[in-house]
């Protein structure tokens, strides 16, 4: 049974700073990609950044670039995504899934089988 489970979501000011893991358990990561989306509330959920874990390319959508950063351990079947200037546009559930492919605007998913985390909610207000 694969499970996708993420943590670090939390209420922040904006400027700050905050680290999203996702662990995945049951499924082997080393030859996929795994990816961020996120949904804010009324809006369609959106691809925020993608790693392939083959070889460590990462792929972000504009509106995080310079500002995220997607890594990987394969040995833990782990990413992470590092959050810095955070922004009040940034609050929204954030999802970790997998396998996904990366692309321009971060990742999309194009298998009929991916695995999704129950996501962990990102609040950045003053």
């Known amino acids: 049974q694969v499970q996708v489970v993420e943590s670090g979501g939390g209420s922040v000011q904006p400027g700050g700073s905050l680290r999203l893991s996702c662990v995945v358990t049951?499924?082997?990561?080393?030859?996929?990609?795994t990816g961020w989306f996120r949904q804010a509330p009324g809006k369609e959920r959106e691809p925020v950044a993608c790693f392939q874990h083959s070889d460590g390319a990462t792929r972000y959508a504009d509106s995080v670039k310079g500002r995220f950063t997607i890594s990987g351990d394969n040995d833990k079947n782990t990413v992470i995504l590092q959050m810095n200037h955070l922004k009040p546009e940034d609050t929204a559930v954030y999802y970790c899934a997998t396998p996904i492919m990366c692309d321009s605007d971060g990742g999309r998913q194009v298998y009929e089988t991916d695995y999704w985390g129950q996501g962990t909610q990102v609040t950045v207000s003053s």
């Open positions: 049951g499924f082997t990561l080393d030859y996929y990609n």
